[in-house]
């Protein structure tokens, strides 16, 4: 059977582990290396059907698009939920989600992620919209959020991201990051004990205020904050291509959340943790074989998948399109629970799981 290793050279996105390694988890830690004792399960490939029947979404280039593969209903289904369809009855209302009903998605995942995580929603917000911005590629932002995500559960990250992380380990500019960092917690320390003592002293004099009854902890989180922008401003890197968007135990938290939210919401859609959906990924200027072959599928540590074979085919330039049936347990968040573009039927997926097999579409 072939095997297929993502490079460099593909897009990401346009479609998505762990396995668990021996270890179930971080005993007296929040989160783990496993979901549950469970562990993931690896992705399958679809089966072929007999005739050829037009699959869903698939109106483009002209025409509908025919395939012995087809698409799955649930997968729609769980995207659609709560999204009015503005356009054709017959295409999904997700591929046509309008602007305010996208925000209004976002802002909720925002809120549930940040009050699951307790992570303050400023940086949740800048996280869930990093991977909208680069999901790899060649910003430290991306790649750091794929470093604590493969920490967390124990998903080994390919080899191409290892490559690209290296990269950024020998540069220059780094050193610059590396050196400020350092300083980062004595100054959230000394500027926690400035606004503590400027409570204080308004307090004295009988203020009665938000400052004044701000809690220490709303006062740390608003430190960081303040110095964490402050260290982004001096090294000229907010859009975070040379460093992270927070420190890694935040990062953790927040996808942690993102995970367990997921899974509840799908759960409580239906789904079982061993159910699996079939999901598509394009992937541009790579042949992985003939058509309706099933290959050995060796993906990132996390990656996007679609609901949709329109969405998958757009991103597959020139490359081919990969169907793979995917365990509801691997999936770490969706268009509607955390990172993902409602637009794309985006679920993000633990792609580096051993065992995972897809079958190969045109």
Known sequence: ????????????????????????GRPGKVG??????????SGTAPELHGGWEVIRSTYAGGGPLASRLRED?????????????????????????????????KESIVDELSERSGVDKSVVNEIVGQWSSSSNDSKVGSLSLQEAMSEEFGV???????????KFGDMSYMSVWKNRYAQLQTEIRDYTNWLVDQKNKLIARGVDNPVTRASLQEIRDTAYKLKWEELKRDI?????????????????????????????????????PDDKITLWRGVSQIDFGE??????????????????????????????????????????????????????GEYVIFGNIPGNKAVIEK
């Open 1 to 24: 059977m072939p095997s297929v290793r993502l490079k460099g050279v593909i897009r990401r996105k346009g479609g998505a582990g762990s396995g668990n390694y021996g270890h179930a």
């Open 32 to 41: 783990g290396s496993a979901p549950s004792k469970g562990g993931f399960g």
């Open 73 to 105: 209903d649930r997968a729609h289904a769980f995207m659609d939920d709560g999204v009015r369809n503005w356009g054709d009855v017959e295409d999904p209302a997700w591929i046509l989600a309008d602007g305010t009903t996208r925000s209004n998605v």
């Open 156 to 166: 080994p990250l390919s080899d191409w991201q290892k490559e690209q992380i290296g």
């Open 236 to 272: 000229g890197d907010e859009d975070n291509t040379y460093m992270a968007i927070t420190d890694r135990d935040n990062e953790r938290k927040v996808i942690r959340a993102m995970y367990d939210y997921t899974q509840e919401k799908m759960a409580a859609f239906g789904f079982k």
């Open 291 to 344: 058509q309706y072959d099933t290959v050995d599928y060796f993906g990132n540590s996390m990656e996007s998948w679609s609901a949709g074979y329109r969405v998958a085919r757009g991103f597959g330039y020139k490359g081919d399109i990969l169907a793979m049936d995917v365990p509801v347990r691997n999936i770490l968040g969706t268009a509607k629970t955390g990172f993902g573009s409602l637009p794309e």
